[in-house]
């Protein structure tokens, strides 16, 4: 059974747009949630998390929003760039069980020039 | 800067052979993983171990066993390959022991792709 779901497989941006990439868990223990992006014949390389304590972390072009009574987050990126155009896994865990973190299955992110 | 290296980038074998994926760590971390990435199911947990020669089964162990017997040395084993296995496989690694160790960052290595035939 799927803990977190990313239910749009692709998204598609025109450049300098706002990417808004979204993700929905269902274990209410979740307190710690991660972002990845991952490029072809690439390993997946950290973005931004966010702790449950939190509703908002922002990095840069980077921020993520987390609404834990809707047990939502979402991942914005703003001003897209081409070469955001990756996968994007979000994650999460329990912190103090440690060790395992629960994927998503990925949204594509095309950001067209 | 390399931190977590997988040894092979590419491999293909064929059905019934023992099959090897190796990771190692240079970042003296205590946990170590090990995913596939399959199209339209994300990354699902093998295995992991949170100390040498300890090891816990993830969701999808059926097939595959682990091997750690130095802190920086994670083995994925395929005893007898099947076609079923063609994937991309993942290692990473973090830091951190006990209560809130899931609260850190996994480093990923750059993946072994795995074609059975």
């Known amino acids: 059974d799927q803990q977190v779901k990313q239910n749009s497989p692709s998204l598609s941006v025109q450049e300098g747009r706002i990417s808004i990439l979204n993700c929905d868990y269902t274990?209410?223990?979740?307190?710690?949630f991660l972002w990845y992006k991952k490029y072809p014949a690439e390993g997946p390389t950290f973005l931004i998390s966010?702790?449950?304590?939190?509703d908002k972390n922002e990095d840069g072009r980077f921020t993520v929003f987390l609404n834990k009574s809707a047990k939502h987050l979402s991942l914005h990126i703003v001003p897209s760039q081409p070469g955001d155009s990756a996968v994007y896994f979000c994650?999460?865990?329990?912190?103090?069980?440690?060790?395992?973190?629960?994927f998503g299955t990925g949204t594509s992110l095309t950001v067209i020039p | 800067d390399v931190k977590v290296t997988q040894s092979s980038r590419y491999l293909v074998k064929r059905t019934g052979e023992k099959v090897f994926l190796e990771c190692v760590q240079d970042?003296?971390?205590?946990?170590m993983f090990w995913y596939r990435q399959d199209p339209g199911l994300g990354l699902r947990l093998i295995y992991f171990?949170?100390?040498?020669?300890?090891?816990e089964k993830g969701d999808i162990p059926e097939g595959y066993s682990v091997s750690r017997e130095k802190k920086e040395r994670f083995s994925l084993i395929l005893e007898s390959a099947s076609t079923n296995q063609t994937s991309m496989y993942l290692c990473?690694?973090?830091?951190?022991?006990?209560?809130?160790?899931?609260?850190?960052?996994?480093?990923f290595g750059a993946g072994s792709r795995l074609t059975v035939l």
């Open positions: 970042m003296d971390h205590e946990n």
């Open positions: 966010i702790s449950s304590i939190k």
């Open positions: 990473a690694s973090s830091s951190g022991t006990g209560v809130y160790s899931g609260a850190n960052v996994l480093t």
């Open positions: 274990n209410s223990m979740f307190d710690y």
């Open positions: 171990s949170y100390d040498v020669k300890m090891k």
């Open positions: 994650a999460a865990s329990r912190s103090n069980t440690g060790n395992q973190f629960y």
